[in-house]
């Protein structure tokens, strides 16, 4: 304890005294196997770079802590490598750490160093490097992928493992190109993924993206909007942020970014930038009082000094990124503290020039001029960088593939000729390591599997510090509590172009962007089967769906089912009809000797209501579920006992026709040939005519019982499908017939006052049947389908009820209420007058005889 005091108190001595440092002459430590090191130590701002004429030395004048502060974690790990015994026993790791200036240019020349061949500056050519040994067995670094694309094909030539503890571009886990390149940070696609997660999670589906005008940055956004795009985030604006001028920070071109990201409503701005290019956006934004948007930072910029400093941030809105995770390193601190303690000592500065001839020096120049003349101060605020541990763990990855590769043990390393680079490249594919007790492993790509915490900014004077609101490890596990935004109340902004559309909605997307659409009700019979769906999916013909439906339901089969109200209406119509034909027919079988009976036929007007009661009975055919036994007998059952009642009705209208229109002589010859057995044959050739019309019906054009999955919204119509239209009207053309004949032949006879007028009955009862079956046929072809056995039930009873009201009703009131007129005068008239003269005349003659 006393010595790390009395170590202090010689640096502050040495500080105070304005003497400069030799810690850039500690960034060299001999050992074993060499671990080469690339850090922006320093930046060429003012080299000079654009107007270089001739390959000559380039100088960098700018500091910077924090390369500095990763290249002592690199020298940290290796001491503790080398004073341990858990890796390489027995063996020392040496480091010789060079400036890269930021620049390729600069980071070549040490790059060239580090493959020339040991103890001497030179590389050599051969036609095979299996058996060359450079200066060093491995690279640590680049920080950046703009320098790491140019040197891992450099290394990767010579296959010399380069482990990056910052580059983070996609394009180098290529093995192809880039077979020797590993590094300790993730690829720049899971940070992508992390953000789309996170847009995703928090329903920002319209969001701007941009990037530095660099590799790390085109790469990024290129990811990210490939991986935004195929989640369904639209990106309303796209751009590059051009890099400022050497040496300033003027925003200049990057104006009509932010005018375009202004313009396109979008309250989300994902921004996948380098420092510099991120400070100059920033800063632009908050000079033209752009309004305050929601941040989304990549890792590259979301701790930058250089950003956080920016005057007037506060204003910008809300800063949300990933950053890796990490193991913590509490002693770095102090381990700094004491290399700057050691480098304002004159004594060690002095054993290490007896140590160090600083052949590079010669070749590369001053390692870093800069870092002999800082102060503690000066790299302070980047001492708890997440980024130094990763050049930390870097140099664990090395040795324990050397370790591996040397087959060492608890014991010690056994001897063998020196490993020569490639030979590490074996064993660090798929190789894990252990960095302050955190595992990591090199998958295939050379990447590890880190994850990462979700950072916020929030603001305290005069930068704003981290807290940490959510993790991400493949999945995004997001606390709600701590997030806090610009917006009033504190409320979740939305970054949307449309509103979310409702259930049942699917989305008629306008112009360019899928997130522009209009919300569109999914109609009856389709539904919306997912979110995202941009068309409403049919349902299958068993299935139905109501307006704005999120999944289909099963169809209930229906037909005519016997509870239902017009089926119970009909039924008791049914019944009436039904009631009145027994009554009638009872009554002129009671009176079947009467005049009034004999004047309708006797035996005719019993068949005829016979035949209607079964054309009643008929409609018994239409309620239930339909089969096709049923089917088939509808039509025959119905119109087979109609002719049969209407072929009846035709011989009493022949008959009046013929007594009341024809001359006597005429009339005489053809009144004998309508009763009797004639007049049975004219009833059984209608019923043969008809019953060969309802035969040619059910063979030709047989109706079917069909299933009908779309007339009715949510049911299946069961029904009797009639195949042909033209045969289901020839069915009808005997009755009709009939029904035409009957009204000729009664429509003009004259009534002979004193008698009764049977002619007038027929002429209302056919009158009845004509207005039935008319109406009945537009009103069958336009009701719907479901409803048409109702229609056809009630055309049939009409039909009956008509005849029986306008024909049988009214004799049979006669019969039962004035029995006085059932007289053959009244009924018969002049042929009462005939039978009565025949049969006194055939008496007379019987006297006279006897």
Known sequence: ?????????????????????????????????????????????????????????????????????????????????????????????????????????????????????????????????????????????????????????????????????????????????????????????????????????????????????????RQGLSLFSSLANARGICIAHEGLVPLPPAGSLRPGSVQDLLRQVNQSRAQVLVLFSSARAARALLGDSIRHRLSPKVWVASEAWLTSDLVMTLPGLATVGTVLGFLQQGAPMPEFPSYVRSRLALAADPAFCASLDAEQPGLEEHVVGPRCPQCDHIMLEDVSAGLLHHQTFAAYAAVYGVAQALHNTLLCTASGCPPREPVQPWQLLENMYNMTFHARGLALQFDASGNVNMDYDLKLWVWRDPTP????????????????????????????????CSRQCREGQVRRVKGFHSCCYDCVDCKAGSYQRSPDDLLCTQCEQDQWSPDRSTRCFPRRPTFLAWGE???????????????????????????????????????????????????????????????????????????????????????QAAQIFVRSELPPSWAEQLRGRLQGPWAWLVVLLALLAEAALCAWYLVVFPPEVVTDWWVLPTEALVHCRVRSWVSFGLVHATNA??????????????????????????????????????????????????????????????????????????????????????????????????????????????????
């Not at 040490?110 to 040994?133: E, R």
């Not at 482990?163 to 720049?188: C, K, N």
């Not at 981290?466 to 009033?488: A, D, E, I, M, Y």
């Not at 504190?490 to 970054?495: A, E, G, H, T, W």
């Open 565 to 651: 109200p017009a089926v119970l209406v009909l039924l008791i119509l049914l019944g009436l009809a039904l009631g009145l034909v027994l009554a009638a027919l009872g009554l002129f079988i009671w009176h079947w000797h009467s005049p009034l009976v004999q004047a309708s036929g006797g035996p005719w007007a019993c068949f005829g209501l016979a035949c209607l009661g079964l054309v009643c009975l008929s409609v018994l055919l239409f309620p239930g579920r339909p089969g096709p036994a049923s089917c088939l007998a509808q039509q025959p059952l119905l119109h087979i006992p109609l002719t049969g009642c209407l072929s009846t009705l035709f011989l």
């Open 465 to 496: 510090e981290l807290r940490t609101v959510g993790v991400f490890n493949g999945r995004l596990k997001l606390w709600h509590s701590q997030l806090s935004w610009h917006t009033p109340g504190n409320q979740l902004p939305v970054s949307q």
């Open 1 to 217: 304890m006393l010595g790390w005091t009395l170590l202090g108190l010689t640096a502050l001595l040495g500080l105070g005294a304005g003497a400069p440092l030799c810690l850039s002459q500690q960034l060299r430590m001999q050992g074993d196997y060499m671990l080469g090191g690339l850090f922006p130590l320093g930046t060429a701002d003012d080299a000079g770079l654009g107007g270089r004429i001739q390959p000559n030395a380039t100088v960098c004048t700018r500091f910077s802590a924090l390369g500095l502060l990763w290249a002592l974690a690199v020298k940290m790990a290796v001491e503790e490598i080398n004073n341990g015994s858990a890796l390489l026993p027995g063996l020392r790791l040496g480091c010789d750490l060079f400036d890269t200036c930021s620049e390729p240019v600069v980071a070549m020349k040490p790059s060239l160093m580090f493959m020339a061949k040991a103890g001497s500056c030179d590389i050599a050519a051969y036609c095979n490097y299996t058996q060359y040994q450079p200066r060093v067995l491995a690279v640590i670094g680049p920080h950046s992928s703009e320098l790491a694309l140019v040197t891992g094909k450099f290394f990767s030539f010579f296959l010399m493992p380069q482990i990056s503890y910052g580059a983070s571009t996609d394009r180098l886990s290529d093995r192809q190109t880039f077979p020797s390149f590993f590094r300790t940070v993730p690829s720049d696609r899971s940070q992508a993924e992390a953000m789309v997660e996170l847009l995703l999670e928090l329903g920002w589906s319209w969001v701007a993206a941009a990037g530095s005008d660099d590799e790390y940055g």
């Open 737 to 850: 017939v009939l029904a035409f004949l009957c009204f000729l032949g009664t429509f003009l006879v004259q009534s002979q006052p004193g008698h009764y007028n049977g002619a007038r009955g027929l002429t209302f009862a056919m009158l009845t049947y004509f207005i039935t079956w008319i109406s009945f046929v537009p009103l069958f072809a336009n009701v719907h389908v479901a409803h048409q056995p109702t229609v056809q039930m009630g055309a049939i009873l009409l039909c009956a009820l008509g005849i029986l009201a306008t024909f049988h009703l009214p004799k049979c009131y006669l019969l039962l209420w004035r029995p006085e007129l059932n007289t053959p005068a009244f009924f018969l008239g002049d042929d009462a007058r005939v039978q009565c003269s025949s049969s006194t005349g055939g008496q007379e003659t019987q006297g006279k005889n006897k």
